[in-house]
């Protein structure tokens, strides 16, 4: 194993939303930063398989770091996304009560999202929730409602925030490892299955594995249960069944199966929640399918499940004690943890990485840069632009008026600038989170050879070296002829 020359000042584990952020924010500094991730891009962990919900911070107990965090990071994310360029949008939320017995529930959560500081709250009835939401079920009879909620895009939210802040200057290592974190005099030695990386702090932002890493340093163990929630996503035809995002009255699992509008127009139902100890199991199972399907009409009526056009499993960090744990180990200095970050840890993100940045800053008596770079403008959309804007955008690059995916009418020119930006795509589902192609009705079964195509000559490869989402994905394994 190759020992890494450079010593870096901070290395972060994780390039999910929290790592993400931290970075973010700890650019902002005159820091010798690393996040070192062991897949081929950001957002490729719990950050990309969740329901896309900017929480308004209604149910989260109040006094906890998570409930702070909640109402700090929603409160931040239109500024951020105004500065960052991403999709984000504040649709409101209701949490609905189907009968007399549930009141009470309603009433405490109301009670507890005013100690949390939750803005322009307010308890409905049931004529003012069927005013919101026509489809509303029959059966709902009041609801909480937060105008604050929102929702936003979990793909461009992370990959924003990683960007800026690659371009301040933090170095991202992929398809990077760590399997081992050793205490050093002057700070930590973390082996990986690229070398050794030398660093005087580590934060620790590993998702469902911050743990294992935890548990690496710390007599003080944590433990942490990778929770499955399955959802199901329907076509943008569908995506205007409901304005708000619905939630049922929590129970001891969250807030059950929720329907709401994504920021790009469908509509997603879902998550299921089931404890594993595999934190790898992001597959779907029929059972957990199933559920999603019986249980999201409970609340809303008259949904089009003929419009599905896919399914997909994610993986919660949930912590033992149902908190966010951060801050520097006790028994392990210069080791800070971000851990156990599950709902409503990417509403909290913008407050997590800022919470953990201002730690290390006064720890290590950081000084802010001059030349900080605080905004960013995300992937050009032509049909974002008038007809007069995009047929001087095509006469100027041809390539805008390729059109590649039909479904989402993503252009070659929109594919192009994913994989040249900085941390740009370098898989099929690299250019899906950054553009949207093969994310519409067909999911890819129409543009991904051209995609392909426009990745191997944008990369230098050959097509054979294109992979879905990393070394383990191929698409190509041979040609016809190879199997006469």
């Given at each position: 194993?190759?020992?890494?020359?450079?010593?870096?000042?901070?290395?972060?584990?994780?390039?999910?939303?929290?790592?993400?952020?931290?970075?973010?924010?700890?650019?902002?500094?005159?820091?010798?930063?690393?996040?070192?991730?062991?897949?081929?891009?950001?957002?490729?962990?719990?950050?990309?398989?969740?329901?896309?919900?900017?929480?308004?911070?209604?149910?989260?107990?109040?006094?906890?770091?998570?409930?702070?965090?909640?109402?700090?990071?929603?409160?931040?994310?239109?500024?951020?996304?105004?500065?960052?360029?991403?999709?984000?949008?504040?649709?409101?939320?209701?949490?609905?009560?189907?009968?007399?017995?549930?009141?009470?529930?309603?009433?405490?959560?109301?009670?507890?999202?005013?100690?949390?500081?939750?803005?322009?709250?307010?308890?409905?009835?049931?004529?003012?929730?069927?005013?919101?939401?026509?489809?509303?079920?029959?059966e709902v009879i009041a609801a909480v409602y937060a105008p604050t909620g929102g929702i936003v895009c979990p793909f461009e939210l992370n990959i924003a925030l990683a960007e800026n802040a690659n371009v301040n200057g933090v170095v991202f290592k992929f398809n990077t490892e760590v399997t081992d974190?050793?205490?050093?005099?002057?700070?930590?030695?973390?082996?990986?299955?690229?070398?050794?990386?030398?660093t005087r702090y580590v934060v620790n932002a590993a998702g469902v594995y911050a743990d294992k890493f935890h548990n690496m340093v710390s007599a003080k163990k944590i433990h942490i249960t990778p929770r499955r929630g399955e959802y199901c996503l329907l076509d943008q035809a569908a995506g205007e069944?409901?304005?708000?995002?619905?939630?049922?009255?929590?129970?001891?699992?969250?807030?059950?199966?929720?329907?709401?509008?994504?920021?790009?127009?469908?509509?997603?139902?879902?998550?299921?929640?089931?404890?594993?100890?595999?934190?790898?199991?992001?597959?779907?199972?029929?059972?957990?399918?199933?559920?999603?399907?019986?249980?999201?009409?409970?609340?809303?009526?008259?949904?089009?499940?003929?419009?599905?056009?896919?399914?997909?499993?994610?993986?919660?960090?949930?912590?033992?004690?149902?908190?966010?744990?951060?801050?520097?180990?006790?028994?392990?200095?210069?080791?800070?943890?971000?851990?156990?970050?599950?709902?409503?840890?990417?509403?909290?993100?913008?407050a997590i990485g800022k919470m953990v940045a201002d730690i290390l800053k006064d720890k290590m008596g950081l000084e802010e840069k001059e030349d900080f770079i605080a905004t960013r403008k995300g992937v050009l959309h032509p049909k974002d632009l008038t007809k007069e804007e995009r047929k001087q955008?095509?006469?100027?690059?041809?390539?805008?008026?390729?059109?590649?995916?039909?479904?989402?009418?993503?252009?070659?020119?929109?594919?192009?600038?994913?994989?040249?930006?900085?941390?740009?795509?370098?898989?099929?589902?690299?250019?899906?989170?950054?553009?949207?192609?093969?994310?519409?009705?067909?999911?890819?079964?129409?543009?991904?050879?051209?995609?392909?195509?426009?990745?191997?000559?944008?990369?230098?490869?050959?097509?054979?070296?294109?992979?879905?989402?990393?070394?383990?994905?191929?698409?190509?394994?041979?040609?016809?002829?190879?199997?006469?």
């Amino acid at each position: 194993m190759t020992q890494t020359e450079k010593i870096y000042d901070v290395i972060i584990i994780g390039g999910g939303v929290s790592g993400a952020a931290t970075a973010r924010e700890l650019s902002r500094y005159k820091v010798n930063a690393c996040v070192l991730e062991k897949e081929e891009d950001v957002c490729c962990g719990t950050s990309k398989a969740n329901s896309g919900i900017v929480h308004s911070g209604v149910d989260a107990a109040h006094g906890s770091l998570m409930a702070k965090l909640n109402v700090l990071g929603s409160e931040m994310m239109e500024d951020l996304s105004k500065e960052l360029d991403f999709a984000y949008r504040r649709n409101g939320s209701l949490i609905v009560c189907r009968g007399e017995e549930d009141l009470p529930v309603l009433q405490k959560l109301y009670e507890n999202s005013m100690k949390n500081g939750v803005k322009e709250l307010r308890i409905l009835t049931q004529e003012e929730v069927r005013a919101l939401e026509p489809n509303i079920a029959d059966e709902v009879i009041a609801a909480v409602y937060a105008p604050t909620g929102g929702i936003v895009c979990p793909f461009e939210l992370n990959i924003a925030l990683a960007e800026n802040a690659n371009v301040n200057g933090v170095v991202f290592k992929f398809n990077t490892e760590v399997t081992d974190i050793r205490k050093e005099d002057d700070g930590y030695e973390l082996y990986t299955n690229k070398g050794v990386y030398r660093t005087r702090y580590v934060v620790n932002a590993a998702g469902v594995y911050a743990d294992k890493f935890h548990n690496m340093v710390s007599a003080k163990k944590i433990h942490i249960t990778p929770r499955r929630g399955e959802y199901c996503l329907l076509d943008q035809a569908a995506g205007e069944h409901v304005n708000c995002t619905i939630f049922g009255c929590p129970g001891k699992f969250g807030k059950g199966i929720l329907v709401t509008p994504t920021v790009h127009g469908n509509l997603l139902i879902g998550p299921t929640a089931s404890d594993l100890e595999d934190k790898e199991a992001v597959s779907t199972t029929a059972e957990g399918l199933g559920e999603v399907i019986a249980k999201s009409g409970l609340n809303v009526k008259n949904l089009p499940y003929r419009q599905v056009i896919t399914s997909f499993a994610g993986l919660r960090a949930h912590e033992d004690g149902h908190e966010f744990i951060i801050g520097e180990v006790e028994d392990a200095k210069g080791f800070i943890d971000c851990a156990g970050i599950e709902s409503p840890g990417l509403t909290s993100a913008p407050a997590i990485g800022k919470m953990v940045a201002d730690i290390l800053k006064d720890k290590m008596g950081l000084e802010e840069k001059e030349d900080f770079i605080a905004t960013r403008k995300g992937v050009l959309h032509p049909k974002d632009l008038t007809k007069e804007e995009r047929k001087q955008l095509i006469k100027e690059h041809p390539a805008y008026g390729t059109i590649i995916c039909r479904c989402e009418m993503i252009s070659e020119g929109e594919i192009m600038d994913a994989i040249r930006r900085p941390i740009g795509a370098k898989s099929l589902d690299g250019v899906k989170r950054r553009t949207r192609a093969g994310m519409g009705r067909c999911q890819a079964g129409f543009c991904s050879p051209r995609t392909m195509e426009i990745l191997a000559r944008e990369l230098g490869k050959e097509m054979s070296e294109i992979t879905k989402s990393g070394e383990k994905s191929k698409i190509i394994v041979g040609t016809n002829k190879d199997s006469l």
